[in-house]
């Protein structure tokens, strides 16, 4: 049975990577319980007796202690900082767990031989773009220390894959994620419109609305990474749009929200555009398809009804 470890897996998308690998793999976590949802869903893992660490990705010698410990042949890291709006007003501690702490996981792994290594990034490296949808190749122009850390962090990667230190290493940009389990912290929109829609109160829409972003669900978020630990053969490091190549206005999200939670008549409530906040982003899907054979295969609308009634 072959090891993996994951970091960050007491969070929104790592518990639900974990509950797709458990019965496959023998699974180590490492997480810091820094935002609030970690904690319940860290007792979720030990009550499934999961090998679970409560620890800092900044701390180098324990994390490099436990990968020496439970030695896996693969490593996802979703450990970071993933708030836009906090990076801007603390741009230092984004920019250390992001860079620095992806730097100390993968000299840790590579120090202890593992195999192969995937990176959760972000759309938010892009920036503001002229064409849509975006290709990996378009260049990276991020508006906000969270995006610029990113960045940083993809250089990292791509440094130690041109130095042929992992059989693969690979990057996933991960567009806007949704599912079951998603708190304010992570990608924020959905869960806050279905917080007030819950109340009766209206969405809140920050700008006028005709922003778009391209919503994936985080069962094809867990798709991705799954492919990307054995990449199809040849495949050995690379950087991947994981979305669904399909934009959706914040305006149409609202109302498609309203509607499949009964509340149809109520109508968004506008507000200044937020600070470092992207206008348009679809993602041109056409690399992942044809290297690593991942498709995003959750339709949008279902995917939001079972978001709402959990």
Do not use: W
């Amino acid at each position: 049975m072959d090891k993996i470890l994951i970091t960050g897996g007491a969070g929104f998308i790592g518990t639900h990577l974990v509950k797709e690998l458990s019965l496959q793999y023998d699974l180590t976590v490492i997480d810091n319980l820094s935002n609030k949802m970690s904690y319940s869903n860290a007792q979720m893992l030990k009550e499934n007796h999961i090998s679970f660490f409560e620890e800092d990705i900044m701390n180098k010698e324990k994390i490099t202690e436990i990968i020496r410990k439970c030695r896996p042949d693969s490593c996802v890291h979703l450990a970071a900082k993933i708030s836009v709006s906090e990076s801007i007003l603390d741009p230092y501690s984004t920019m250390s767990v992001n860079v620095t702490g992806t730097l100390n996981v993968l000299e840790a792994c590579k120090c202890n031989s593992v195999k192969r290594f995937v990176f959760a990034s972000s759309a938010a490296v892009y920036g503001h773009v002229n064409t849509l949808p975006i290709p990996e190749n378009t260049e990276l122009e991020p508006i906000s220390p969270y995006g610029a850390s990113k960045v940083a962090a993809e250089k990292i990667i791509s440094a130690y894959a041109n130095l042929h230190l992992f059989e693969s290493i690979i990057s996933l940009r991960f567009f806007n994620v949704f599912g079951v389990g998603q708190s304010d912290e992570y990608a924020g929109v959905i869960s806050k419109f279905k917080e007030r829609i819950q109340d009766g109160s209206s969405p809140v829409i920050y700008g006028d609305g005709n922003q778009q972003r391209d919503f994936v669900s985080v069962g094809d978020v867990v798709d991705s990474i799954v492919v990307s630990m054995n990449p199809p053969l040849g495949v050995t490091e690379g950087t991947f749009n994981i979305a669904t190549g399909m934009p959706t206005s914040i305006y149409d999200l609202a109302k498609i929200m309203t509607r499949i939670m009964g509340k149809p008549a109520l109508r968004p409530i506008y507000k200044k555009a937020a600070e470092g906040d992207i206008r348009q982003s679809c993602a041109d899907t056409t690399k992942a398809t044809n290297v690593l054979n991942f498709v995003a295969k959750r339709d949008l609308e279902n995917s939001l009804q079972e978001f709402t009634l959990n």
